[in-house]
């Protein structure tokens, strides 16, 4: 399917992981495609591996927790194809430990890129939203259930789909629809690097999903391109969990 031909789409965090599966989808479905990251390094990596050419791909470094780097994305977005069809505000960390173990700097940082910098990236981006465009913000199963090591983390994933809800309603009138996604135990870079010093969490995280199996990027890439795409034009404000049944079930006996 070519969904997104001649559309442009940018993606937040899209230098590994599920932004640069998103990033693949969409470029397979005839999308230009703007990827950020924090490295340049990784950056040009992920355009290496997405093989589409500079006229397709744009990499822009950018922190999303600092506004004056959004501007100027925003500028660079302007000047390469003048408007956004779609943006998927994927950009985020983890912080996993105990509550009592969360120090200020971990709660600035956690909420500064998952909360703040998906908030901004979207209110930057809406001047160059065209009328019936969309947002996907990458949310987390853990707003859905609780997960003892994720209490800052699991915040502000339950922070941002309420903006799904809340700039649903309010972008509803320029046709811009706004959704997130929410992803289960999903076998990316930033995963295995959170379960390094566990080597047992991958099979025991496998064994809670009805499925019994983590997912693959290309599985959440999936969902993003329905809820950014007319496929979805009557869907606002939702939250789609791709989890292979985490969340709403319980593993059969083996």
Not at 104 to 115: K, Q, S
């Amino acid at each position: 399917m070519k969904r997104f031909t001649n559309k442009t789409v940018l993606i937040t965090g899209g230098s590994s992981g599920m932004g640069l599966a998103a990033a693949r989808r969409l470029l397979d479905e005839g999308a230009y495609v703007v990827i950020t990251g924090r490295d340049r390094s990784r950056l040009d990596s992920a355009v290496a591996r997405l093989d589409a050419g500079p006229d397709r791909v744009l990499a822009v470094c950018a922190d999303v927790a600092r506004p004056a780097d959004l501007d100027a994305l925003m500028r660079r977005i302007e000047t390469w194809r003048g408007s956004l069809s779609a943006v998927f505000a994927n950009a985020g960390v983890g912080v996993f430990k105990p509550g009592a173990e969360i120090t200020e700097a971990d709660f600035d940082h956690t909420v500064d890129v998952n909360f703040k910098g998906v908030f901004f990236t979207i209110q930057k981006a809406l001047p160059l939203m065209r009328d019936g465009g969309a947002v996907v913000i990458n949310a987390s199963w853990t707003l859905h259930r609780g997960l003892s090591v994720a209490s800052v983390y699991s915040a502000g994933k339950a922070a941002v789909h309420n903006l799904a809800r809340t700039l649903g309603a309010e972008l509803a009138p320029r046709g811009i629809r706004v959704n997130s996604v929410s992803p289960g135990y999903i076998d990316t870079e930033m995963y295995r690097a959170a379960a390094a010093d566990d080597p047992d969490a991958e099979a025991r995280n496998a064994a809670e999903v009805p499925l019994g199996t983590l997912g693959h990027p290309d599985d959440v890439a999936a969902a993003v391109a329905f809820l950014a795409s007319d496929d979805a034009s009557y869907i606002t404000g939702q939250d789609l969990v791709v989890d292979g049944g985490l969340v709403g079930s319980v593993p059969a006996a083996p």
